[in-house]
C-alpha cells in the first residue's frame, strides 16, 4: 500500500521552462491538494480537488495549474518556471475535504535557476 | 483573510523539559488538526479536534481546543530527542481547506 507518491523527488529547472509534478494516490480518497513548503511559511494551499472534475484555487494559484485526470491522479504543472517557484511541494489526499486527516507524500524539491 | 498564526518559531529545550505550541485564528474554525514533520521528511497527523473546548492526549502529548475555537495547543510533557521535529496545526473554516500555520520547530538536548 504506498498511500500518496509523488514524482519526481528532485528536479532543477531554468527560469522559463515548464514541467508537471504527478501525485498519484490508491487509498480511494476523493480530495487532493497541492501545497508548496517555504521556510518559515509553514504549507500553503496551491490548488486543490475537492472532488474528481472539480479543481479550486488555494492561497497561491499564480504560475500554477492543475489537473484531476481520475480520481487517483492530481497533477502540478508549472508553465514557466520562475525563481520564486523554488521549493518543496507536497500532495496530499483525504477521504472527504470534511473527514480531517490528510495523508503527503514525500515531496518534491524543486530549484528555479 | 482566513489565517492561522503560530507561535513560537523555534523552541529548543532539553531533554525533559516540557514544550507547547500555540495557534490562533481571529475567525471561528470549523476543527483543527495537528502534524509533525521530522527533518527531512513530509508532515504526519497527529490529531484533530472538533469540539469546542475539547482535550485529547496521546501519551506525553496533550491538545486543547479552545472554547471559541479560536485556538489550540499542543503540550509534550518531558521531551524526548525523538520529540524533534516541526509541529504543525492545520484550521478549517466551514469545513472547507486546510489552513496551516507557520509551525513550530522543536529541538531536544540530549
Known amino acids: 500500500n504506498a498511500g500518496v507518491t509523488q514524482t519526481p523527488k528532485f528536479q532543477v529547472l531554468k527560469t522559463g521552462q515548464s514541467m508537471t509534478l504527478q501525485c498519484a494516490q490508491d487509498m480511494n480518497h476523493n480530495s487532493m491538494y497541492w501545497y508548496r513548503q517555504d521556510p518559515g511559511m509553514g504549507l500553503r494551499l496551491i490548488y486543490y480537488s475537492a472532488s474528481e472534475g472539480t479543481t479550486d484555487k488555494g492561497e497561491v494559484p499564480n504560475g500554477y495549474n492543475v489537473s484531476r485526470l481520475n480520481k487517483r491522479e492530481f497533477s502540478l504543472r508549472l508553465e514557466s518556471a520562475a525563481p520564486s517557484q523554488t521549493s518543496v511541494y507536497f500532495c496530499a489526499s483525504t477521504w472527504q475535504k470534511n473527514t480531517g486527516e490528510l495523508f503527503f507524500g514525500e515531496g518534491s524539491r524543486l530549484t528555479v535557476l | 483573510g482566513q489565517q492561522v498564526m503560530q507561535i513560537p518559531q523555534y523552541q529548543h529545550v532539553q531533554e525533559g523539559e516540557d514544550f507547547t505550541t500555540y495557534c490562533n485564528s481571529s475567525t471561528t474554525l470549523s476543527n483543527i488538526q495537528w502534524y509533525k514533520q521530522r527533518p527531512g521528511g513530509h508532515p504526519v497527523f497527529l490529531i484533530q479536534l472538533v469540539k469546542s473546548g475539547e482535550v485529547k492526549k496521546q501519551k506525553r502529548l496533550t491538545f486543547q481546543f479552545g472554547e471559541a475555537k479560536k485556538n489550540s495547543s499542543l503540550h509534550i510533557t518531558a521531551t524526548q530527542t525523538t520529540d524533534v521535529g516541526t509541529y504543525f496545526c492545520?484550521?478549517?473554516?466551514?469545513?472547507?481547506?486546510?489552513?496551516f500555520g507557520s509551525g513550530t520547530k522543536l529541538n531536544v538536548k540530549p
Open positions: 492545520a484550521g478549517q473554516y466551514n469545513f472547507n481547506k486546510f489552513y
